[in-house]
């Protein structure tokens, strides 16, 4: 079983709709939760930073985290074309390295 | 533009030869990360630098690979003797000295062995 793990769609919403993506994780040591969000032969782009449990929004963007649960969703209202892009989840605990995601690949369409 | 810059972007070589790779991370960001991602996976964690020193290596990171920053700025990973299977986007993070700062990313150096 993966430390993470992320349904890697694709998911296909028309625009406007609210966006809702998901990570599940195994590690209670993850403290810090991270959304990229990845556009095609790019790098990853931060979204949101999220430390232990709560939420936050930014904009059209709010994440949460159940520790609880072991849990954390990213939402997206208002979609548009250009938020089209994979989103990858990650985190982190007691080390530095990030543990990532697969993925979710997301089309926005008109 | 201040952010994390990867150098060449595009790499095709023949199996078996070297590469090398360059990474100039953000100016004051004092670790260095590495990472490797293949299509439909997200990035692995192959190594990092606080400053010079390399702290953590993943086991992903065999005896081929070799990174190095030598005086705390840039960073150059090298792939030695390349084989089919490093063909990979390898990307280079940045963040500031406390553990907890975030990760900012650079836009990777596709590389494809034939």
């Known amino acids: 079983q993966k430390e993470v793990e992320q349904d890697p769609g694709p998911l296909s919403v028309p625009e406007g709709a609210i966006v809702s993506l998901n990570c599940t994780y195994s590690?209670?040591?993850?403290?810090?939760f991270m959304w990229y969000r990845q556009y095609s032969r790019k790098g990853p782009e931060l979204l949101m930073y999220?430390?232990?449990?709560g939420n936050k929004e930014d904009g059209r963007f709010t994440a949460q985290v159940d520790k609880s649960s072991k849990y954390i969703s990213l939402f997206i209202r208002d979609s548009q074309p250009s938020d089209s892009a994979t989103y990858l989840c990650a985190m982190a605990g007691n080390t530095d390295k990030l543990i990532f995601g697969t993925g979710t690949r997301l089309q926005v369409f008109p | 533009d201040t952010g994390v810059s990867q150098d060449p972007r595009h790499k095709i070589t023949k199996r078996g030869q070297n590469v090398t790779f360059r990474c100039d991370p953000i100016?004051?960001?004092?670790?260095l990360y590495w990472y490797r991602q293949t299509l439909g996976q997200g990035p692995e964690f192959l190594t990092y630098f606080q400053n010079e020193a390399q702290l953590e290596k993943s086991r992903l990171l065999s005896d081929r690979f070799s990174a190095e920053r030598p005086k705390g700025s840039f960073s150059t990973l090298e792939i030695q003797r390349t084989e089919q299977g490093d063909s990979a986007m390898y990307l280079c993070a940045s963040s500031l000295s406390r553990a907890e700062e975030t990760q900012y990313f650079g836009p990777g150096t596709r590389l494809l062995v034939l």
């Open positions: 100016s004051e960001h004092n670790r």
């Open positions: 590690n209670s040591a993850f403290q810090y």
């Open positions: 999220t430390y232990s449990s």
